[in-house]
């Protein structure tokens, strides 16, 4: 049966079905990421502006920001606590609110709130330096609570890999639009210190290319 090709420019594969837009690759990337051609964050394109982020905040580590943040962390995961309290007693709401609530309580039991706050914030850093990385607030989002899900071994599976004779880790992912809603509430609560961060990298790198070409203005004057 005749399939029509991906919609995605330059893509010749068939569409994954007769109802679909796009080929099996890019709907599952869609799904995934937030975008057809959205690439996943991993750990070693944040790590430096983790690392960038991390000495922001060592810099001045009795800051009353870095308290506040994370306030708002266990704000975050009393909203979510409530929300998993709502359905217990049979109250209608969304799936995916209370899939995105049950993953905010998993990080809350498992992880400190000052390394949510960081990897959130090195995020954010990383839009406003980088934003080709990003290809929509979509992808964006999801990209940032995949980033953050990963703080916990508990959104890990283990299985054995017949071809390479190991037990291999795998990421378990979580429904897209409960990812959706995961990225949105971080990037709210937690986002600002990313912002502020991205602001300060900035100013002190106008500051350092303004010294660089008044030495070598200065270094040219010389008989």
């Known amino acids: 049966m005749y399939r029509r090709p991906c919609r995605v420019p330059g893509c010749s ?3 994954a079905c007769s109802f679909a837009a796009y080929c099996s ?4 990337n869609l799904r995934r990421h937030g975008a057809v051609d959205q690439k996943a964050i991993r750990k070693a394109h944040l790590w430096p502006y983790l690392k960038m982020a991390q000495k ?13 943040l994370d306030d708002r962390w266990r704000a975050l995961t009393d909203h979510a606590r409530g929300v998993l309290a709502k359905f217990d007693t049979g109250q209608a709401g969304s799936r995916w609110e209370l899939l995105a609530a049950q993953e905010v309580v998993k990080l809350a039991d498992d992880v400190q709130p000052r ?4 990897v959130t914030a090195a995020m954010v850093f990383m839009q406003e330096m980088e934003p080709g990385w990003f290809r929509s607030d979509k992808a964006f989002w999801l990209q940032l609570a995949r ?3 990963s703080l916990t071994d508990m959104n890990y599976g283990e299985g054995w890999d017949h071809t390479r004779q190991r037990v291999r880790r795998s990421y378990r992912e979580l429904a897209p639009r409960a990812s959706l809603l995961l990225g949105q ?3 709210q609560t937690l986002g600002v210190a990313g912002q502020y961060m991205a602001r300060a990298e900035r100013a002190e790198r106008e500051r350092c290319e303004s010294e660089r070409r008044a030495l070598h203005e200065a270094l040219s004057k010389l008989s």
């Open 13 to 15: 594969r068939p569409a």
């Open 25 to 28: 690759p890019h709907r599952s």
């Open 56 to 68: 922001r905040i060592s810099k001045n580590p009795e800051s009353v920001a870095w308290v506040t």
């Open 115 to 118: 390394a949510v706050v960081e």
């Open 147 to 149: 980033r953050v899900r």
């Open 185 to 187: 509430w971080l990037a």
